[in-house]
């Protein structure tokens, strides 16, 4: 069981960054691939980023390239999303999951354990 805990949103200004945490109960975080998704009023919930449990490999949406980095820090049971460039399209709830898997990665289906999510909010 993995128990997962997101931090760091907030209401910005257009332009502005902000970088989100998720915090994972357990012994084995190593193990598992780590992805962010958003879901905005209205919307399906959205693939943002992934990483793989080595942290070797990175994905991302189209949306956020060149604008979002996602990290972890296996030692800190930590995955992270820096935020820079934020657009007001950004605004969503912002959720971590988990998987111990390294494939689908893009996929709601893929993941086993969701965070409660934060709410980040984009001015114009």
């Known amino acids: 069981q993995v128990q997962l805990v997101e931090s760091g949103g907030g209401l910005v200004q257009a332009g502005g960054s902000l970088r989100l945490s998720c915090v994972a109960s357990g012994r084995t975080f190593s193990s598992y691939s780590m992805g962010w998704f958003r879901q905005a009023p209205g919307k399906e919930r959205e693939f943002v980023a992934a990483?793989?449990?080595?942290?070797?490999?990175?994905y991302y949406a189209d949306s956020v390239k060149g604008r979002f980095t996602i990290s972890r820090d296996n030692a800190k049971n930590t995955v992270y999303l820096q935020m820079n460039s934020l657009k007001p399209e950004d605004t969503a709830v912002y959720y971590c999951?988990?998987?111990?898997?390294?494939?689908?990665?893009?996929?709601?289906?893929?993941?086993?354990?969701w965070g409660q999510g934060t709410q980040v909010t984009v001015s114009s």
């Open positions: 999951a988990a998987v111990p898997k390294e494939y689908g990665l893009g996929y709601t289906a893929t993941y086993d354990y």
């Open positions: 990483i793989s449990w080595s942290g070797g490999s990175t």
